[in-house]
């Protein structure tokens, strides 16, 4: 089993910045992609951002690209998700979540469905006022 803790959430005013942290706990021998997805009340999960486990590939929602930055510290198990510009619309709980991988191919891969993700974290509440 592998543990996500995120850290870093939040109140800030729009145009402002923040930078969420995921470590990983407990079976990190393995390798594992890793999503960062955003729950507004009333609305869906949906994917913020994604990184492979090589850290080598990176998809975005549109509405984050040019704004937010995912990456991955060199052990793998700690992840980040650099927010600029924020604007209120990106309120919403921000959760972190793994996948693990196996093969060279998919160690390559970044996901972006959410029902990719067996492992989530208990999410961190990112606030943006106008």
């Known amino acids: 089993q592998v543990q996500l803790v995120e850290s870093g959430g939040g109140s800030v005013q729009a145009g402002g910045s923040l930078k969420l942290s995921c470590a990983a706990s407990?079976?990190?021998?393995?390798?594992?992609?890793m999503g960062w997805f955003r729950q507004a009340p009333g609305k869906e999960r949906e994917l913020v951002a994604a990184?492979?486990?090589?850290?080598?590939?990176?998809d975005y929602a549109d509405s984050v690209k040019g704004r937010f930055t995912i990456s991955r510290e060199s052990d793998k198990n700690t992840v980040y998700l650099q927010m600029s510009s924020l604007k209120p619309e990106d309120t919403a709980v921000y959760y972190c979540?793994?996948?693990?991988?196996?093969?060279?191919?998919?160690?390559?891969?970044?996901?972006?469905?959410?029902?990719?993700?067996?492992?989530w974290g208990q999410g961190t509440q990112v606030t943006v006022s106008s």
């Open positions: 407990g079976r990190t021998s393995g390798s594992y992609a």
């Open positions: 979540a793994a996948t693990q991988v196996a093969t060279d191919l998919t160690r390559r891969r970044s996901y972006t469905r959410r029902t990719d993700y067996g492992y």
């Open positions: 990184i492979s486990w090589s850290g080598g590939k990176t």
